[in-house]
């Protein structure tokens, strides 16, 4: 899941150093090993489709919920980010505004209790 997050990190922030990334990710609660995994796999990526290819069902549903957040960021998504969210949400046939319709409904519900 982490080598995924590189991908988008790489489509979302392509002219930035891992400093400037950081805070952003730090900003989404990310474990500090998933955030290590994410800066070293930065400098030489596999390629997306044997990383998806390797990815469970279960983990794509949560990468593909935190790719979109981080697609989200700076308020536009770019090519490159909708080329990495289009590949997993493909792959696993997921429809990603189905999975944010079911996100927000969970995070109504916790937040009422």
């Not at 930065?42 to 593909?64: I, K, M, S, Y």
């Not at 919920?65 to 046939?93: H, N, P, W």
Request: glycine fraction near 2%; proline fraction near 4%.
């Amino acid at each position: 899941m982490d080598q995924v997050l590189a991908h988008m990190m790489l489509a979302s922030y392509p002219e930035k150093a891992w400093e400037d990334i950081l805070p952003n990710l730090q900003s989404l609660g990310l474990h500090p090993n998933s955030l290590q995994a994410i800066a070293n796999h930065l400098q030489a990526p596999q390629p997306l489709g044997a990383l998806l290819d390797q990815l469970n069902r279960d983990f794509a549903v949560l990468t593909l919920s935190r790719c979109d957040t981080i697609a989200q960021l700076d308020g536009q998504v770019s090519a490159a980010e909708t080329k990495v969210l289009e590949a997993i949400s493909e792959k696993f046939d997921l429809d990603l505004n189905t999975l944010k319709a079911r996100l927000s409904t969970t995070d109504s519900a916790l937040n009422q209790k």
